[in-house]
């Protein structure tokens, strides 16, 4: 009975062992790959914001994310921005890793941001300077740090910021009155490239990306406590459906000077937004066009917006559709009506 006992005792042990060197072995394994929990590698903002759990337009799709044309850009290995070749032979390149060009690859409309500045003869206050993506993002955002964090807007996703190199601000009128109340990118982000229109039956049925883009302007949006720069993202769906999204946006394309007092405050656009009911895009001489200027995003304020459909490589007036389902995404979240009453009032500098 006793070397029974012994026998019963030693297989526990075995059995006790193998399951804590299994977890062990786990975590260890998780710890030496936590590039998998990184946002690169699974791209999760873009699919969690997309989800009718989250109020994204898959509640008009009802196609699961991962059934998209679109989520085939993630760096699942380190080899999409690392590799290269030596005398015919695989080798790992953090030069490579670090050029502008190689991340352009995988971020569409900063480059379409940075085209469209050479284009126009616009200097951004670090491109112009030489400055690249590096300069200003960090290893671990790029890498992860073993958190899956929901998406890069998350708390702690991201290292960047502007007061890591500006860590003291002017004292400029504009500062000392806006304070802490205003991220810098609500004064000094000129403006935004708005992809409109995007037609999700293209994408759906042949996994080509279509899209209108707009420019000229820059929307206002609380996030973390403060107003930031923001845009907008308008879908047509299953021909006549609409959705809209609302979300902080940092366009890169950033001034040295900020915006006067007048751009923002008192402004025709402002006014119109207290009626409550302001129209952003129509379709003139058959061309989407936008308004122009600063456009905070309000509280039950209506924002108008035309729709196009997508037929044979050409665009034409949506006819009757349906009003859009509304999204704030990446925590983003509507000006108060306390907030436009301030944007209705309009200081004067008195030299």
């Not at 806006?178 to 708005?194: G, M, W």
């Not at 720069?229 to 040295?256: A, L, R």
């Amino acid at each position: 009975m006793k070397n029974f006992w012994w026998v019963y005792v030693g297989i526990l042990l075995i059995v006790f062992i193998g399951i804590y060197n299994k977890g062990f072995s786990q975590k260890k394994e998780n710890e030496e790959n936590f590039y998998a929990a990184s946002l690169h590698y699974y791209a999760r903002g873009m699919a969690y914001w997309y989800s009718k759990e989250n109020g994204g337009i898959e509640k008009l799709t009802d196609i699961p994310y991962d059934k998209l044309a679109c989520n085939h850009c993630h760096a699942k290995t380190c080899d999409k921005c690392h590799k290269i070749e030596i005398n015919g032979k695989p080798a790992y390149s953090v030069k490579k890793a670090k050029a502008m060009e190689n991340c352009l690859k995988c971020h569409p409309r900063e480059k379409v941001m940075l085209k469209f500045l050479k284009k126009k003869g616009l200097k951004d206050a670090h491109f112009s300077k030489g400055m690249q993506c590096m300069d200003c993002h960090t290893a671990r955002e790029i890498h992860g740090d073993g958190k899956e964090y929901i998406s890069m807007r998350e708390p702690g996703a991201m290292d960047t910021k502007c007061e890591n190199c500006h860590q003291e601000k002017p004292a400029t009128i504009s500062h000392k009155i806006h304070k802490d109340k205003l991220d810098c990118t609500a004064c000094h982000v000129r403006q935004v490239i708005t992809c409109a229109n995007c037609h999700m039956d293209t994408m759906i049925k042949k996994g080509k990306k279509v899209g209108i883009p707009l420019h000229n302007w820059v929307f206002l949006i609380n996030y973390n406590g403060k107003v930031v720069s923001g845009n907008i993202q308008t879908f047509v769906v299953n021909k006549n459906q609409t959705f809209v999204i609302y979300v902080p946006y940092f366009s890169h394309d950033v001034v040295k000077t900020g915006r006067k007092c007048e751009e923002c405050h008192a402004t025709n656009i402002v006014k119109q937004i207290n009626k409550g009911e302001i129209e952003i895009t129509w379709v003139e001489n058959g061309t989407l066009t936008n308004l122009k200027g600063v456009i905070p995003i309000v509280e039950e304020v209506k924002y108008k917006n035309a729709y196009m459909d997508y037929k044979d490589g050409k665009w034409i007036p949506l006819e009757n559709p349906e009003e859009p389902m509304i999204q704030f995404a990446a925590f983003g979240e509507p000006l108060t009506k306390s907030q436009l009453r301030k944007l209705m009032i309009l200081f004067k500098n008195k030299k």
